[in-house]
Antibody, heavy 125, light 108 residues
Framework: EVQLVESGGALVQPGGSLRLSCTASGFTFSTYWMSWARQAPGKGLEWVANIKYDESEKYYIESVKGRFTISRDNAKNSVYLQMNSLRTEDTAVYYC??????????????????WGQGTLVTVSS | DIQMTQSPSSLSASVGDRVTITCRASQSISNYVNWYQHKSGKAPKLLLYAASSLQSGVPSRFSGSGSGTDFTLTISSLQPEDFATYYCQQTYGALTWTFGQGTKVEIK
């Protein structure tokens, strides 16, 4: 059974740092892209970043570029989100997700097929 | 960046109703659209990928259609467990992904 468990959420002051972790089980972690997404209070889902299985490609939403860093440790079946220079608008539940490529005809459509239950990050003074 | 405009933002419906949610992309994205169901405090759940392909284990009352810029999620007969928020997502170009604003389906 595929499981994703996030941890590391906390209350942090503006300008502070936090590192989120997501530990995976039930699949061969080292062969999958992984993503982080978030949901701010009263808002919708927002994709934040993703990382290729060998760390050779990483992509970020514009608002976190230069502040957040996604990484992974395939030996520990874990993906991380290092968050620096945190702002109040980063307050959200953060989710990790497994990304897959679904072949459809001649194309491969990327999607996130399994998600964790999230960890809450609160940025406030 | 590709924007996804989802409508309506909320709707009220009864058990057994047919429900339709639409999503419009800011540029043509072929069929690179996924649909998710999200209940408060739970993990989001993938319903459909590539606009119309049903994810394994998802009931057949969920269906999707569309290509290019306009996409639709339909629930043919709303069940009590379907009251949730639904999101479209584009993954065109595989660089940065975006979700629609969400549609909250509430009990009438």
């Amino acid at each position: 059974e595929v499981q994703l468990v996030e941890s590391g959420g906390a209350l942090v002051q503006p300008g502070g740092s936090l590192r989120l972790s997501c530990t995976a089980s039930g699949f061969t972690f080292s062969t999958y892209w992984m993503s982080w997404a978030r949901q701010a209070p009263g808002k919708g889902l927002e994709w934040v970043a993703n990382i290729k299985y060998d760390e050779s490609e990483k992509y970020y939403i514009e608002s976190v570029k230069g502040r957040f860093t996604i990484s992974r440790d395939n030996a520990k079946n874990s993906v991380y989100l290092q968050m620096n220079s945190l702002r109040t608008e980063d307050t959200a539940v953060y989710y990790c997700a497994r990304d897959v490529g679904k072949p459809v005809g001649k194309a491969v459509v990327r999607t996130s097929d399994y998600w964790g239950q999230g960890t809450l990050v609160t940025v406030s003074s | 960046d590709i924007q996804m405009t989802q409508s309506p933002s909320s709707l009220s419906a009864s058990v057994g109703d047919r429900v339709t949610i639409t999503c419009r992309a800011s540029q043509s994205i072929s069929n690179y659209v996924n649909w998710y169901q999200h209940k408060s405090g739970k993990a989001p759940k993938l319903l459909l990928y590539a606009a119309s392909s049903l994810q394994s284990g998802v009931p057949s009352r969920f269906s999707g259609s569309g290509s290019g810029t306009d996409f639709t999620l339909t629930i043919s007969s709303l069940q009590p467990e379907d009251f949730a928020t639904y999101y479209c997502q584009q993954t065109y170009g595989a660089l940065t992904w975006t979700f629609g604003q969400g549609t909250k389906v509430e009990i009438k």
